[in-house]
């Protein structure tokens, strides 16, 4: 059997070029996309087209992977501002690490399908499984931080004022029966002020990640009685964390501009 040319590599098995035509094709002509060469993965004559085409891909998947169809909204004041009511600790654990998490399984969840083309309330409202609960948790979540704030009115005013008074009678009235739904959740869930298709308030509770939304409910305010949004500061006096929401954070300038804009 005649011996193999030394100039072919055994890998390709392609017949041997003239010396003037391989040394040519050897170039990569590329040197930004190929500063380290090496014996083995240049040593054909397509060598540097399919080295240049992998860095092309490479560059194109990573750009690719870190665009993200949903992203973590910023909190709308500092972790610390809540203090004391809620410690910078929860913040850290709850908008840090829950929040993210929501987002991220959200994404994980919807890449590459329909789903990545829609809002968060299509979504809500024609979504179930794993695409709805993390779609629900992470507007449910941006929706909560919206609900409280560091420097909160005591009580409503304006149109919201007036149709409170309508409904309960008083904004004590509105509170015990926000208070009984926070307390009475059986397991994770949220409470709600909303807003009903006939145009009158009321208090609600939902389960895990169920939002108001898909019942055709405006949502209002919102105070989330998972454990993971109470526990670090209260451990298991739900009762103490609802209050200490109704008559110290619960934000009435927010809930107010949410009635005003749903007519
Ligand atoms: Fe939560």
Redo the contacts with the bound molecule.
Sequence with gaps: MPARPRDVPRRLGRPPAAAANKAELRDPGYPELLPDRHPDRDGGPCAPDVQRLRAVLECAASITENIMTFELPNLPYSRDALEPYISARTLDL?YGK??QGYVDKLNAAVKGKPDAEKSLEEIIRSGSGAVFNNAA?VW??TF?WRSMSPNANPEPTGNLADAIAGEFGDLATLKAQFAEAANGQFGSGWAWLVLGPNRRLSITKTSNAENPLTAGETPLLTL?V?E??YYVDYFNDRAKYVRTFLDNLANWEFASKNFDNSD
């Design positions: 709850h829950h929040h948790q449910n979540h909560y989330d998972w993971h949004a």
